[in-house]
């Protein structure tokens, strides 16, 4: 069982910037997929940014331009760069791995860390 541990979050004025980091207690190359996704007050936890285990990166249209995601495989971290951000970016972001199994895909996902951007 890996397990997934957010930090970073925290409150910020708009047009702040934040990186929030995603640890795994094992390698991060056994995923096949590790991203971040988010979830604002009443509404569905939603996609932000998802790498592939080769590096290629696809960005939710809402947040192409100001999110940026990385990783560092030594860390077995992955990281999320928001810049200038908003107050629709106020949310719980959650670090999510998936694995590609014969039966299917398997999900893990850390508790996430809130995001409060306000003046």
């Known amino acids: 069982q890996v397990h997934l541990v957010e930090s970073g979050g925290g409150s910020v004025q708009p047009g702040g910037s934040l990186r929030l980091s995603c640890a795994a207690s094992?390698?991060?190359?056994?995923?096949?997929?590790m991203g971040w996704y988010r979830q604002a007050p009443g509404k569905e936890r939603e996609l932000v940014a998802i790498?592939?285990?080769?590096?290629?990166?696809n960005y939710a249209e809402s947040t192409k331009g100001r999110f940026t995601i990385s990783r560092d495989n030594a860390k077995n971290t992955i990281y999320l760069q928001i810049d200038s951000l908003k107050p629709e970016d106020t949310a719980v972001y959650y670090c999510?791995?998936?694995?590609?199994?014969?039966?299917?895909?398997?999900?893990?996902w850390g508790k996430g860390t809130l995001v409060t951007v306000s003046s």
């Open positions: 999510n791995g998936r694995m590609f199994y014969s039966s299917g895909p398997v999900d893990y």
């Open positions: 094992g390698s991060i190359l056994l995923f096949n997929n």
């Open positions: 790498m592939d285990s080769s590096g290629s990166v």
